[in-house]
């Protein structure tokens, strides 16, 4: 029986960021943005075809929408064991404004923020951004871990001058999560230094490693009362597009200073958004369980394929469907134009701080992600 995953419609005429890059050159398949291929789950697409019948999209004002905030915390409680207040949630319009804003509110010109390094560009270009300085916390890897180095991580901490650190779990692009000694260690960390914490927290919904378990950093006591931590529906469930996140921050101080540092900037998250929210958090649970189901099965496919091409080299993402491909053992100069040689375009390694590697989707049909992997295979 084929899997309702194994179908990638042809997005190429419906201007989607991925396929626009490529546009016109049907020989580079992209597999560099971090949304999936896949359509929404039947339940999302019903809500969004009730909301557009009823034919009236005025303003909606988010803390006011009643079947989104409790969605959120339904599914905080079944899926992550937090109970959240509904005035500790924060819509946004996407984490990338989310953390840019707790960059404002929790930091000064001047000051330092620390950021995971390599990372995703919005993050890396968070802090300079802001006017502040970035200092970049390596990751390294653990046998076939990759996890943050925390030697690193005291002694960035411990300067005066840093005021944030914006941690990424899971992280983007290694796919690792955060074991709750790895979590232990950034709290005591933040505390003794009095340093903020904003938690991107995207991909916590799509963990493929069966012995794994994402832990908010709200939920953690220590970190209560000095942290914000971004969710969204966006990447699970392939609604990027409509622009809705979340921050939870227990903390009214805290939440009082993110709301104001917004104020007038950041617009409110669209309708169309709570709705696809609301909907994917109460009603598409079977949609995501099998969904994990193939992408882990995409995961392990990959890493057999890479790992048998000379010069390539990956470890398996505990969660997200990204895979990091260490691409140094090629000895060539310009690893992205090796690939897009190949027919294959991925999220260039540069672009993350890491320009011997490169990041595949494999959010995709195994049928799409087979030809891929052909391709590197040449």
Request: net charge negative.
């Amino acid at each position: 029986m084929l899997s309702q995953f194994d179908s990638t419609p042809d997005r190429s005429e419906f201007w989607s960021f991925k396929w626009q890059k490529y546009a016109g050159r049907e020989d580079i398949i992209p597999c560099w943005v971090a949304d999936t291929e896949y359509q929404c789950a039947a339940p999302i697409l019903e809500a969004l075809r009730k909301q557009t019948d009823y034919g009236v999209l005025g303003y909606s004002l988010p803390a006011q929408h009643e079947p989104a905030n409790t969605a959120v915390q339904r599914w905080l409680k079944d899926k992550h064991d937090w109970t959240v207040n509904s005035d500790w949630i924060v819509w946004n319009p996407g984490v990338v404004p989310a953390f840019n804003v707790a960059i404002k509110a929790y930091a000064k010109a001047g000051d330092k923020v620390l950021v995971q390094s390599p990372n995703y560009p919005p993050l890396l270009a968070a802090p300079g951004l802001n006017q502040c300085e970035r200092v970049d916390i390596p990751t390294i890897l653990e046998g076939e871990r990759w996890t943050i180095d925390f030697d690193a991580l005291e002694t960035a901490a411990a300067d005066p001058a840093c005021s944030l650190m914006i941690l990424c779990n899971p992280m983007n692009p290694v796919g690792s999560v955060m074991s709750q000694a790895e979590i232990d260690k950034i709290s005591d960390i933040c505390v003794r230094h009095n340093v903020a914490l904003c938690s991107d927290e995207i991909h916590c919904d799509l963990i493929l490693d069966e012995h794994a378990k994402h832990i908010p950093a709200g939920r953690v006591e220590q970190l209560a009362e000095r942290s914000v931590t971004l969710m969204a529906a966006s990447k699970t469930f392939n609604v990027a597009g409509l622009g809705t996140s979340f921050a939870i921050i227990p903390d009214a101080t805290m939440r009082r200073q993110f709301i104001q540092a917004a104020a007038g900037i950041v617009p409110w998250a669209n309708v169309m958004g709570l709705v696809a929210t609301a909907a994917a958090f109460t009603r598409c649970d079977d949609w995501l369980a099998e969904q994990i189901t193939y992408l882990r099965s995409n995961r392990d496919y990959l890493i057999e394929r890479i790992n048998a091409i000379d010069g390539l080299r990956v470890v398996p993402s505990a969660a997200t469907f990204l895979a990091w491909v260490d691409a140094s053992g090629l000895g060539v100069s310009d690893v992205q134009k090796w690939c897009e040689e190949r027919g294959v375009g991925p999220s260039p390694g540069r672009d993350f701080g890491a320009p011997a590697f490169f990041r595949i989707n494999f959010g995709c049909s195994r049928a799409m992600l087979t030809d891929i992997l052909d391709r590197l295979s040449q």
